[in-house]
């Protein structure tokens, strides 16, 4: 069981918009920076976004970012094949020791 | 650019110990912090741990008691000891290194590799 909840797996259209949320609390997400990563099949994971909503270099605006609360969202719009992937959230958590949690990850379908 | 690789046995005995060895390439180690993560076949990313070039080290609580990591500047290089494997420690081992801004985030990682627990 992850400490950040992810869904297991969400679908949509070539071309359509598609959000995969990640709850946490207030001892990860609630006062924390939120990172995603995308892991394409077979593949080692790759940054999307850090500090909630800053991409890196080379990766196109149809990714973003958003946190409110103890939740964090990543959007991708204009769905590609190419995006089929699992997506995976992940910062710091302070409960007892500090230490890195990643989401469960969500498995994206590009149908 | 900063390149990442890992090496080791793909095959470990259990209640043997682990031992990983991440190259950095294209930039220097040094005044960094560096990361260790796997991946269960068909699970999700678990954070290990992670060093910095002072050899200061955190360490997920729940493989503290078993993990070790420690970094050769003069090689570029960190390294991961596991102790006490058992076939739930079986998975792809990936590096990465770590910056440390706010929560911070790793980028760039290791193409992985696979670590199997067997006799």
């Known amino acids: 069981q992850s400490v950040l909840t992810q869904p297991p797996s969400v679908s949509a259209a070539p071309g359509q918009k598609v959000t995969i949320s990640c709850s946490g609390s207030?001892?990860?997400?609630?006062?924390?920076?939120v990172s995603w990563y995308q892991q394409l099949p077979g593949t080692a994971p790759k940054l999307l976004i850090y500090?909630?909503?800053k991409r890196p270099s080379g990766i196109p605006d149809r990714f973003s970012g958003s946190k409110s609360g103890t939740s964090a969202t990543l959007g991708i719009t204009g769905l590609q094949t190419g995006d089929e992937a699992d997506y995976y959230c992940?910062?710091?958590?302070?409960?007892?020791?500090?230490?890195?949690?990643f989401g469960g990850g969500t498995k994206l379908t590009v149908l | 650019q900063v390149q990442l690789q890992e090496s080791g046995p793909g095959l470990v005995k259990p209640s043997e110990t682990l031992s990983l060895t991440c190259t950095v390439s294209?930039?220097?180690?040094?005044?960094?912090?560096w990361s260790w993560i796997r991946q269960p076949a068909g699970k999700g990313l678990e954070w290990i741990g992670r060093?910095?070039?002072?050899?200061?080290?955190n360490y997920n609580p729940s493989l503290k008691s078993r993990v070790t990591m420690s970094v050769d500047t003069s090689k570029n290089q960190f390294s991961l000891k596991l102790s006490s494997v058992t076939a739930a420690d079986t998975a792809v081992y990936y590096c990465?290194?770590?910056?440390?801004?706010?929560?911070?985030?790793?980028?760039?990682w290791g193409q992985g590799t696979l670590v199997t627990v067997s006799s």
């Open positions: 990465a290194k770590y910056t440390r801004i706010g929560a911070g985030w790793f980028d760039p």
């Open positions: 060093i910095y070039t002072s050899g200061s080290t």
């Open positions: 294209g930039g220097s180690i040094s005044s960094y912090y």
């Open positions: 992940g910062t710091w958590d302070s409960s007892l020791s500090a230490f890195w949690v």
């Open positions: 500090d909630n909503n």
């Open positions: 207030s001892s990860n997400i609630g006062n924390n920076y």
